[in-house]
């Protein structure tokens, strides 16, 4: 089993940054691949990025490429978001998500084990 601990959200206003922390413990004898999901309200699960298990590639959702970095700690047991130029519409919780292989990352139901999640709003 895996276990996973989102911290680091918060409020901030439009412009600014946040880094949400992903604490991984459990079976972190693997690498897994990890995702960042985020669901605002009344809106379905959307996936924000991605990093694979070695940290050598990562993938990011259009609407976030350029302001949102996926990294992973020096002990690979920690992945990181940084949030840059944060904007209203970032506003959601956020879910970091983990899977065995690096495909398919961009689907949420193809994530194995999951967070609690972590509310980020954005003021205008």
């Known amino acids: 089993q895996v276990q996973l601990v989102e911290s680091g959200g918060g409020l901030v206003q439009a412009g600014g940054s946040l880094r949400l922390s992903c604490a991984v413990s459990?079976?972190?004898?693997?690498?897994?691949?990890m995702g960042w999901f985020r669901q605002a309200p009344g809106k379905e699960r959307e996936f924000v990025g991605a990093?694979?298990?070695?940290?050598?590639?990562?993938d990011y959702a259009d609407s976030v490429k350029g302001r949102f970095t996926i990294s992973r700690g020096n002990a690979k047991n920690t992945v990181y978001l940084q949030m840059n130029s944060l904007k209203p519409e970032d506003t959601a919780v956020y879910y970091c998500?983990?899977?065995?292989?690096?495909?398919?990352?961009?689907?949420?139901?193809?994530?194995?084990?999951w967070g609690q999640g972590t509310q980020v709003t954005v003021s205008s």
């Open positions: 998500a983990a899977k065995m292989v690096y495909v398919a990352i961009q689907y949420w139901d193809n994530y194995e084990y």
């Open positions: 459990g079976r972190t004898n693997s690498r897994y691949a």
């Open positions: 990093i694979s298990g070695s940290g050598g590639r990562t």
